[in-house]
Nanobody, 123 residues
């Protein structure tokens, strides 16, 4: 059974940094078969929003709200995706979720979600 397990969340002051990790286990295929790995977040009372995405080729995209502050990376040898978050703001407070997408040659798409990790930025 494929599992995505996030870690690294916590309480941090404004301007601080955190590094989130998403370790993937239970896969019977190559980690690189995840065409894209992403981080989403959901603030209290808000909708889940896309924060950052990285392709298996290393291309990255970011939400405008985090550009220049957050960096997504992946280590295919460790089956892990990271989110380095710098210059944190109170509005970054949310539960952060790891997401993986695997697209089969048939076109079928398999979606995988982690359980989330809480990030709280205090002012």
């Amino acid at each position: 059974q494929v599992q995505l397990v996030e870690s690294g969340g916590g309480l941090v002051q404004v301007g601080g940094s955190l590094r989130l990790s998403c370790a993937v286990s239970g896969i019977t295929f190559d980690f690189g078969d995840f065409g894209t790995m992403s981080w989403y977040r959901q603030a209290p009372g808000g909708q889940r929003e896309l924060v950052a995405t990285i392709s298996n080729g290393g291309s990255t995209t970011y939400a405008d709200s985090v550009k220049g502050r957050f960096t997504i990376s992946r280590d295919n040898a460790k089956n892990t995706v990271y989110l380095q978050m710098n210059r944190l703001k109170p509005e970054d407070t949310a539960v952060y979720y790891c997401y993986g997408l695997r697209t089969f040659t048939s076109g079928y798409r398999a979606h995988y979600w982690g359980q989330g990790t809480q990030v709280t930025v205090s002012s």
